[in-house]
């Protein structure tokens, strides 16, 4: 099968990255994040989101939401989410399980939360009977590849910050986030209050690992106990922080996320005036999303693979990545193209 369309998670490991990992295979080295890939991979880190940032790593990015959210909250506390996000849909019930928190997904419009959803959810304050709202969790960029604005930003994370709410944000794709909106990563988190992020690793090029960087060193402080009892402590952490390291330096990131940018949109280009083919709309992550004629799928899938994202549209997410290269997009087009003649 040629390379797809199913998920950046699909792509191997960039090259880089792969070489950080022969460079940290070496010797003997000290256990549990004590050792020096560790340490530089974190001054790394503080070097785009702050001085104070707390950097903590995981094995992928299910258990950096679960964490996130038990730091965040009580057993008898909720937690405010978009409906199509991943914590709601995609985990499997990991974070009401493991973390004991209350899920209470909220409509969106093109996968993004609104204050006015917000406050239609905050209610019941005080009430013994009603789980009590204490995490706003946001999706950047969204389940539906959208792009929450600087100004959205603001004004959800304000609105929360005003319920004394704590600001968790999924971003398992956010180094496109930072891309597509012209932004560092510190002005998309610690200057607008958000109190930790989940920062994806595997969808970028990494083999495997995910961070959980606090910017509320209040929360941070147990969170070590709280990682080794989800068991998701990596004895050896060199091999997760090494990735992070080579990642984070030379700008690396950006360039893994502005070549999977340029590719969603040259896919977008390509195939938005086939007859047959309805696109969403254009490109704000690394993904596009199409309605398709459904007994097209099979055949398309015979060469490239992809989801269909709604079975009752046929609606199909496509992902490009690090590695995707525009013969890949100029045979899926023909391909198209060919099943629209």
């Known amino acids: ?62 258990a950096a939401n679960v964490t996130s959210l038990r730091a965040l909250s009580k057993p008898y506390q909720a937690v405010f989410c978009a409906d199509v996000s991943h914590i709601n849909v995609d985990e499997c019930g990991a974070p ?52 929450y604005s600087f100004a959205e930003l603001q004004a959800l994370i304000a609105w929360a910050k005003s319920k004394k709410m704590f600001v968790h944000i999924d971003g398992a794709r956010f180094t496109n986030a930072v891309t597509y909106l012209k932004k560092s990563f510190k002005e ?8 930790v992020l989940s920062f994806g690793g595997t969808k970028n090029g990494l083999m495997m690992g995910e961070a959980v960087i606090f910017f509320n ?49 040259y896919l977008y280009e390509s195939v938005k005036d086939i007859p047959g083919v309805q696109v969403r709309g254009i490109p704000q992550s690394n993904a596009v999303f199409a309605i398709i004629p459904s007994e097209w799928v099979k055949k398309l899938r015979e060469n490239y693979f992809f989801y269909v994202w709604d079975e009752s549209t046929f609606e199909c997410r496509w992902m490009t990545s690090w590695d995707t290269q525009r013969e890949d997009i100029d045979g899926f087009t023909a391909a198209l193209k060919e099943l629209a003649q």
Not at 109 to 125: H, T
Not at 188 to 195: E, F, N, Q, S
């Open 217 to 265: 060193k209040d929360l941070a402080y147990d969170f070590k106990y709280i990682r080794k009892q989800s068991a998701q402590l990596p004895s050896k952490t060199r091999f997760i922080s090494c990735q992070f390291q080579a990642f984070l330096q030379d700008n690396l990131w950006q360039k893994i996320s502005q070549h999977s940018l340029q590719m969603a949109h």
């Open 188 to 195: 998309l988190t610690a200057d607008l209050g958000v109190d």
């Open 96 to 147: 009401e399980y493991l973390a004991g928190c209350k899920l209470i997904p909220l409509t969106t419009v093109e996968g993004k939360l609104s204050v006015a959803e917000l406050e239609k959810a905050y209610i019941r304050r005080g009430d013994q009977h009603y789980s009590q709202g204490q995490v706003l969790s946001l999706t950047q960029p969204t389940e539906l590849g959208t792009t």
């Open 1 to 62: 099968m040629k390379r797809g369309f199913g998920s950046d998670n699909h792509a191997g490991v960039h090259p880089q990255i792969f070489a950080s990992l022969v460079a940290a295979n070496t010797e003997h080295a000290p256990a549990y994040g004590t050792d020096e890939w560790t340490d530089k991979a974190t001054e790394e880190f503080r070097k785009h989101f702050g001085s104070s940032a707390q950097v903590f790593f995981v094995f992928n990015g299910t």
